[in-house]
């Protein structure tokens, strides 16, 4: 039992120590057993699918998204409202990071008028953008309103 407390107290410190999370798999668990509880950067390689939870609440039960400050996404086939879902949970983020957009014309104006893309656009507090993917003025236009 001693050894078995030790391994739990070792692997729990370990994690404490861990600020930036990198995620490249396919798949997330919906309930992870590995918590971050002091991440505050968090990369996503892969779109990953989920069975049942949203993106975000899947996330936030493997690090608080409240306390990330920055976000990297290097995926096309995260859609732009999900991206809003989830950046309406980091509360805290100033550096926004998307390698591959993927713009749908009419998911984006419909997005727009989306309560999410609201909120996101009147609270975030993002202050770096990165974009590393070419789009036409509108679309750029479009997030520089909800990001910026």
Same mark, same amino acid.
Not at 82 to 91: D, K, M, P, S
Not at 97 to 121: G, I
């Given at each position: 039992?001693?050894?078995?407390?030790?391994? +739990?107290? %070792? *692997?729990?410190?370990? !994690?404490?120590?861990?600020?930036?999370?990198?995620?490249?798999?396919?798949? @997330?668990?919906? $309930?992870?057993?590995?918590?971050?509880?002091?991440?505050?950067?968090?990369?996503?390689?892969?779109?990953?699918?989920?069975?049942?939870?949203?993106?975000?609440?899947?996330?936030?039960?493997?690090?608080?998204?409240?306390?990330?400050?920055? +976000?990297? %996404? *290097?995926?096309?086939? !995260?859609?732009?409202?999900?991206?809003?879902?989830?950046?309406?949970?980091? @509360?805290?983020? $100033?550096?926004?990071?998307?390698?591959?957009?993927?713009?749908?014309?009419?998911?984006?104006?419909?997005?727009?008028?989306?309560?999410?893309?609201?909120?996101?656009?009147?609270?975030?507090?993002?202050?770096?953008?990165?974009?590393?993917?070419?789009?036409?003025?509108?679309?750029?236009?479009?997030?520089?309103?909800?990001?910026?």
């Amino acid at each position: 039992e001693f050894n078995s407390q030790l391994y +739990l107290h %070792i *692997q729990e410190n370990n !994690f404490n120590s861990v600020k930036h999370v990198y995620i490249c798999s396919k798949y @997330l668990p919906n $309930h992870s057993v590995i918590y971050f509880p002091n991440a505050n950067e968090f990369t996503i390689e892969h779109y990953f699918n989920t069975t049942y939870d949203s993106i975000s609440t899947i996330l936030n039960c493997m690090l608080p998204l409240k306390q990330l400050t920055k +976000l990297v %996404i *290097q995926s096309s086939h !995260f859609s732009f409202k999900q991206i809003i879902n989830l950046i309406r949970f980091t @509360l805290n983020l $100033h550096t926004l990071k998307l390698d591959l957009l993927s713009f749908n014309e009419t998911n984006l104006n419909l997005s727009q008028q989306n309560e999410a893309f609201q909120y996101v656009s009147n609270t975030n507090k993002i202050q770096t953008l990165e974009l590393r993917e070419s789009c036409t003025l509108e679309n750029f236009q479009v997030i520089i309103n909800v990001f910026l």
